[in-house]
């Protein structure tokens, strides 16, 4: 078999382990190797289970097929319990947490016969105090936050999938600055029992894969809902392009992939336009940051009463900012983005989708953070499927991706258009090239 195993998308490495073309342990041998050469530069893991994880690949080429993921190695973000690994939630107050039984995502998925080879990396609780982790594309530069492990596991070819989560921007943004797509469905849509709760009304899991089809498949399995697979769509799709009012914090490089997918889709038979700014929306920013600081003051409780000493600075800040809040207050806040949903979702009644910024530009360096969420807070707080898109690339030679949002509860439709929209635009960028391709690897 080739070495470049791991470099199989999720999709193909299941339908060769479907037919008994490949071998789980084959597969499960090729991502170690992807690790064990590049982890002590990515720095994409907290923990790693070789032995466990061939032993189960072995039992799974043994016996009957179990699944859609049968045979498939993940990744699953350290902010997810599991049954045998610690889940520290990235900090030091867990630094010797070991929950003993899965998150529901992570039971889905092992029930449907993935291999779980290892926890990665998050920021703290899945805020904004950075990990070690480092972009694949260029280690100097940040992965993004706070699925940054997951993301760059997945952008590095150590694995075809790994499970995130988004609050703010945390699916999203690592996705556009590691080059890859990243899937945080509808609010709810996966269950989050055994996640490290954030803010209760915007907590989302989804997960990070090379190809639109290929986090179908996994979504298929964690909504349990086999439509997921089929992504047919031969219809001219009604794009509404959204600069958002953040735009003025918008990058030359978004800009441009902005103009050049407007017109690439345009070309492409959809009916594209440019969708009107309401004022109102210059307040969705920071209303979702006071919803996910009051929340966040609550979930965690127990860690800011009790062991405040271990939290970084940069959640104090948050967490403190978020008791200040009224509950009052906070009721009024739910109120308002419930309104403000509600005149977004009418916007569906004219567009199949719409196009944004995933980000403000390509990653910063990793010094300076691990960017900011401001083009997703909106479509989080809204709990709107929503996915990045890669195929632009910046001054840095780093990736530019945008992102598509789609109605709530309609995330099938929403993948097939995606893939639709993913299709051409990297077409458009060159011929004969996939998302997968289109930068270096170490």
């Not at 990665?120 to 940040?142: L, S």
């Amino acid at each position: 078999m080739s070495t470049a195993l791991n470099r199989l998308g999720a999709l193909e490495a299941a339908r060769k382990l479907q037919r008994r073309e490949l071998t789980a342990v084959q597969l499960v041998r090729a991502c170690f190797a992807r690790i064990e050469q590049r982890e002590n530069t990515i720095h994409a893991w907290t923990a790693l289970q070789k032995q466990a994880a061939l032993d189960h690949a072995e039992a799974l080429d043994r016996g009957a097929l179990r699944g859609p993921l049968h045979g498939l190695p993940i990744g699953v973000k350290d902010l997810f319990d599991t049954a045998d690994l610690p889940t520290r939630y990235g900090s030091p107050i867990y630094e010797r947490h070991n929950p003993g039984l899965d998150a529901a995502a992570v039971a889905l998925c092992r029930h449907a016969g993935a291999v779980v080879i290892g926890k990665t990396v998050t920021t703290e609780f899945a805020t904004y105090q950075a990990g070690p982790t480092r972009n694949p594309r260029n280690e100097a530069y940040t992965p993004g936050g706070s699925s940054s492990g997951s993301a760059a596991a997945v952008a590095d070819d150590m694995v075809p999938f790994a499970l995130g989560s988004q609050t703010a921007g945390s699916i999203i943004r690592p996705a556009s600055y590691c080059g890859i797509v990243g899937f945080k469905p509808t609010f709810g849509a996966i269950p989050r029992a055994g996640v490290k709760s954030l803010a209760e009304s915007l907590d989302t899991v989804g997960g990070f894969a090379r190809s639109v089809p290929d986090v179908a498949l996994f979504a298929s399995v964690l909504m349990r809902d086999p439509r997921m697979l089929d992504l047919a769509y031969d219809g001219k799709p009604r794009v509404g392009m959204y600069r958002s009012l953040q735009w003025r914090h918008a990058q030359s490089e978004t800009k441009e992939a902005f103009a050049q997918a407007a017109a690439t889709l345009s070309r492409a038979g959809a009916h594209v336009e440019e969708v009107p700014l309401p004022p109102e929306d210059c307040m969705l920013v920071q209303l979702h940051s006071d919803i996910m600081a009051f929340e966040a003051s609550q979930s965690l409780a127990y860690e800011r009463l009790e062991h405040a000493a271990q939290l970084s600075a940069k959640i104090q800040a948050v967490l403190e900012a978020g008791a200040q809040i009224t509950a009052e207050a906070h009721i009024k806040n739910l109120a308002r983005a419930a309104e403000s949903r509600a005149r977004v979702e009418q916007w569906f009644d004219k567009y199949d989708i719409l196009l944004a910024p995933s980000a403000s530009g390509e990653a910063p360096f990793a010094d300076l953070g691990t960017g900011d969420p401001q083009f997703s807070r909106a479509w989080t707080l809204f709990g709107l499927p929503c996915l990045n898109l890669p195929f632009a690339t910046g001054p840095q030679g780093l990736p530019v991706g945008l992102q598509l949002i789609g109605r709530r509860y309609d995330d099938h439709r929403t993948l097939a258009i995606a893939a639709w929209v993913h299709e051409r635009l990297l077409a458009a960028r060159e011929p004969d090239i996939g998302a997968s391709d289109m930068w270096p690897r170490g």
